[in-house]
């Protein structure tokens, strides 16, 4: 007995026909390792930290040049010395971040805003903006990426940037904008007042 089965062609749904794997096809798995980090290591972990990471990444990088150790007996033992050197430079790292956050709040700057005699913005102050400023005011270079900044700044008056020193330090840096282009008509003004005052003769007259 056959049966037959009818499709409605317009209703039926798409059907996508993936290729079978090979019967030898294997899948590949990238492999990994364990590791102590005896350095601190952004997106990784830090000092006396466990880690499991690709192995040629490991062997290629992280141990030549001494940011980790292979998990053995003897690297296991040196656990108490990797987390008191932790403490110590996370200690240092606040303590620095601390000082750096007094020094920003001890600024008065302002930054200079390109304007025309309409006072709309020609330029703006952006982020790097403002880490040159901090490097050329205090010396110390801060990563742009901390500087909490929405937007490019294009209004004049009193501005407030938060800037994320460490996980427990935020410093808010206060500064003002001005016009460039008012600055310039005020340092223009007393020179042409001074033009037009009448001159007064070097030598008086002997009565």
């Not at 913005?121 to 990426?145: C, M, P, W, Y």
Request: aromatic letters at 4%; a neutral charge.
């Amino acid at each position: 007995m056959k049966f037959s089965e009818s499709i409605d062609t317009d209703s039926a749904d798409s059907i996508i026909l993936l290729p079978r794997p090979e019967k030898d096809a294997q899948i590949l798995l990238m492999p990994s390792t364990e590791i102590i980090l005896t350095d601190n290591v952004p997106g990784l972990g830090a000092e006396a930290d466990i880690v499991k990471v690709r192995r040629g990444y490991a062997r290629n990088y992280l141990l030549p040049h001494g940011k980790a150790h292979e998990v053995t007996p003897a690297s296991l033992r040196q656990l108490e010395n990797l987390k008191k050197k932790r403490a110590e430079r996370e200690a240092r790292e606040l303590n620095e971040a601390e000082e750096l956050a007094r020094r920003i709040n001890k600024l008065r700057v302002t930054f200079k805003l390109e304007t025309g005699e309409t006072g709309k913005a020609f330029g703006s102050i952006t982020a790097q903006d403002i880490v040159t400023r901090l490097k050329n005011e205090i010396g110390d270079e801060i990563d742009r990426h901390k500087i909490h900044l929405e937007h490019p700044i294009k209004t004049t008056g009193e501005h407030e940037v938060a800037i994320k020193l460490h996980h427990d330090v935020t410093v808010n840096f206060k500064f003002e904008v001005k016009s460039a282009h008012e600055e310039q008509a005020k340092a223009v003004e007393p020179a042409e007042s001074a033009e037009s005052a009448p001159k007064r003769g070097l030598f008086r007259r002997r009565k």
